[in-house]
T-cell receptor, first 111, second 116 residues
Framework: DAKTTQPTSMDCAEGRAANLPCNHS???????VYWYRQIHSQGPQYIIH???NNETNEMASLIITEDRKSSTLILPHATLRDTAVYYC????????????FGKGTSLLVTP | GAVVSQHPSWVICKSGTSVKIECRSL??????MFWYRQFPKQSLMLMAT?????????EQGVEKDKFLINHASLTLSTLTVTSAHPEDSSFYIC????????????FGPGTRLTVL
């Protein structure tokens, strides 16, 4: 799996959009960008994934640059419950292998 | 979405005892289950990959005789920490895949192990 780079931590005011960046400059053509998050003392939770088109679901939006070397996860209206560590993972879907969690970004949503 | 449960959610044991952690897929058959370990303020680290009916594959540095994994059915995998020591205190998380083609992983809520 290609390596990813994320900022260690970010703050966001409640109600504002949280934009979490991820660099994956060595991504290959058949690798997807996945985002998971882990709230303190819980198991990871799947958020969204994409290949090259922007994706949106009920939790978040994923914006992938045209060259696919970076992406941004957007939480449109952050709440206090969105405080968590967010992991950007690049992998070949259907690979059946374990997820390689990096250090992620610790997002703190403040009142 | 698919649900994975773990039991117990937390356990405290004395040094030298063994602890068993269960991971169950509640509404799907899991051909593959993964066991991760997470120390405080660190990321998840893969310990082993477990396929139903076969021996688990352990990551480098993980002692297979200390961390016994059994995946006897398509809905249950167990991790037994044998002769636990305080350095084994950690957050243990399992995940499961259906193996039906998507291979998406669904995570359990984790088990907090504290060894006194």
């Amino acid at each position: 799996d290609a390596k990813t780079t994320q900022p260690t931590s970010m703050d966001c005011a409640e109600g504002r959009a949280a934009n979490l960046p991820c660099n994956h400059s060595t991504i290959s053509g058949n690798e997807y960008v996945y985002w998971y998050r882990q709230i303190h003392s819980q198991g990871p939770q799947y958020i969204i994934h994409g290949l090259k088109n922007n994706e949106t679901n009920e939790m978040a939006s994923l914006i992938i640059t045209e060259d696919r070397k970076s992406s941004t996860l957007i939480l449109p209206h952050a709440t206090l419950r969105d405080t968590a560590v967010y992991y950007c993972i690049v992998r070949v879907t259907n690979s059946g292998y374990a997820l390689n969690f990096g250090k992620g970004t610790s997002l703190l949503v403040t009142p | 979405g698919a649900v994975v449960s773990q039991h117990p959610s937390w356990v405290i044991c004395k040094s030298g005892t063994s602890v068993k952690i269960e991971c169950r897929s509640l509404d799907f058959q899991a051909t593959t289950m993964f066991w991760y370990r997470q120390f405080p303020k660190q990321s998840l680290m893969l310990m082993a990959t477990s396929n139903e009916g076969s021996k688990a594959t352990y990551e480098q540095g993980v002692e297979k005789d200390k961390f016994l994994i059994n995946h006897a059915s398509l809905t249950l995998s167990t991790l037994t920490v044998t002769s636990a020591h305080p350095e084994d205190s950690s957050f243990y998380i399992c995940s499961a895949t259906e193996g039906s083609g998507s291979n998406e992983q669904f995570f359990g809520p984790g088990t907090r192990l504290t060894v006194l």
